[in-house]
Nanobody, 124 residues
Framework: QVQLVESGGGLVQAGGSLRLSCAAP????????MGWFRQAPGKEREFVAA????????SYAVSVKGRFTISRDNAKNTLYLQMNSLQPEDTAVYYC?????????????????WGQGTQVTVSS
């Protein structure tokens, strides 16, 4: 049963921006850290960014640091990923994930709630 719902993906030119959103039920989102992962065709799923329950601690993959920003709106139970300066290598299906604890985690095996993903395609 999918409980996390991503939106905001699409096709964008290199250098452009997109903002992904993830709507989550309160029992997964409230007081719990969340993360974003991505999987490109033929590649393993990889960590993108994570945030703690309050939003004052974050972690990023080296490949996106300085270009992507993870944030959350605790009143709306919604997670965001602002993606700027997108490049063709950012093309992937992006997944929102939750782990039911308060802190920041970067390994996918630490997450037990996953959305179905949203496709991001960056053209050169």
């Amino acid at each position: 049963q999918v409980q996390l719902v991503e939106s905001g993906g699409g096709l964008v030119q290199a250098g452009g921006s997109l903002r992904l959103s993830c709507a989550a039920p309160e029992h997964i989102f409230s007081y719990h850290g969340m993360g974003w992962f991505r999987q490109a065709p033929g590649k393993e799923r990889e960590f993108v960014a994570a945030i703690n329950w309050s939003g004052d601690a974050t972690s990023y993959a080296v490949s996106v640091k300085g270009r992507f920003t993870i944030s959350r709106d605790n009143a709306k139970n919604t997670l965001y990923l602002q993606m700027n300066s997108l490049q063709p290598e950012d093309t992937a299906v992006y997944y929102c994930a939750g782990h039911g604890r308060t802190s920041v985690y970067s390994r996918d095996y630490e997450y037990n709630y996953w959305g179905q993903g949203t496709q991001v395609t960056v053209s050169s």
